[in-house]
């Protein structure tokens, strides 16, 4: 091998960061650099917040609706019986937690706010409203649902 410097190349994919390929240069009077292999998954998709108003008739949802997100928020419901409007600020999430949080607002009968934002699978929390209520700012997005590893175009049955 000739010394002079040596090009190490590392091809890492990493589909949650969107990483590509990490290039170290080096001497080769130096020992090449360390390399550590993170294996655990990749960090949940952000939380949402989920808070009760000060007046203890409103809650607010702000954020990613990722795993876990309809349990915390059915457990915050459950908490607040003075309850009445669901402020929405969220640019969607997961459809089955935003299912299930739909749910709970339909059982309440629950009046559903958005101010500023509420895209893709928020929506359907907002229409779960018994009065439903949009700021003239406020941006709603709607499309149609994206399942990973689902095939096909989704009908209104499945």
Do not use: W
């Amino acid at each position: 091998m000739k010394s002079g410097n040596i090009v190490a190349v590392l091809a890492l994919f990493t589909t949650a960061t969107g990483q590509g390929l990490t290039q170290t240069t080096h001497t080769a009077s130096e020992p090449p650099p360390a390399v550590t292999l993170d294996v655990r998954p990749p960090p949940s998709p952000e939380r949402a917040a989920i808070r009760i108003g000060s007046d203890g008739q409103s809650i607010t949802v702000e954020g990613s609706l990722g795993p876990g997100t309809a349990a915390r928020f059915a457990i915050v419901v459950e908490s607040a019986p003075n309850v009445k409007t669901i402020v929405l600020h969220s640019a969607g999430g997961m459809v089955a937690e935003a299912d299930e949080m739909a749910a709970v607002v339909r059982d309440r009968r629950l009046d559903t706010y958005v101010e500023t934002i509420c895209l893709s699978a928020c929506t359907m929390i907002l229409l779960a409203g018994t009065d439903r209520a949009v700021a003239p700012v406020a941006r709603i997005g709607f499309h149609r649902p994206y399942m990973p590893g689902r095939t096909g175009l989704m009908s209104a049955e499945s």
